[in-house]
């Protein structure tokens, strides 16, 4: 096979990722990051909200700041259905994991003292 050919077979692969498309995505991720400073810096210490809401604000930001970059720049968006859903039904299952590792580890906990 020659070098023209390999790159012919790749050249459509990733067609949706343009300078403008990651200069978009690059500025989307400058301004939830700047929103995370701003509730870090402002909201939370001058107790305009509080730290449950700031964390939950928090956590719903790193997951669209996931999102973003999962999709964009690791070229997930641009993957077949199957491939989609394979890996967030894996992701979906290992947080539920998490959670009920912390919750049961904090059962055995209460249960000693």
């Known amino acids: 096979m020659s070098a023209e050919h390999t790159h012919e077979e790749h050249a459509g692969e990733h067609e949706g990722m343009t300078k403008k ?8 991720l400058l ?5 995370e400073f701003f509730i870090a810096l402002y909201l939370i210490p001058k107790g305009i909200v509080g730290h449950g809401i700031g964390n939950f604000a928090y956590i719903v930001l790193t997951l669209v700041k996931a999102f973003y970059i999962v999709a964009y720049f690791m070229h997930l968006k641009f993957e077949k259905f199957a491939l989609k ?3 967030t039904v894996s992701l979906l299952f290992i947080i539920y994991f998490i959670v009920l590792m912390l919750i049961e580890g904090n059962y055995q ?3 000693m003292n």
Do not use: D, E, P
């Open 21 to 28: 498309k990651i200069w978009q995505v690059f500025f989307y």
């Open 31 to 35: 301004g939830i990051t700047a929103l």
């Open 85 to 87: 859903t394979g890996i």
């Open 109 to 111: 906990f209460i249960q």
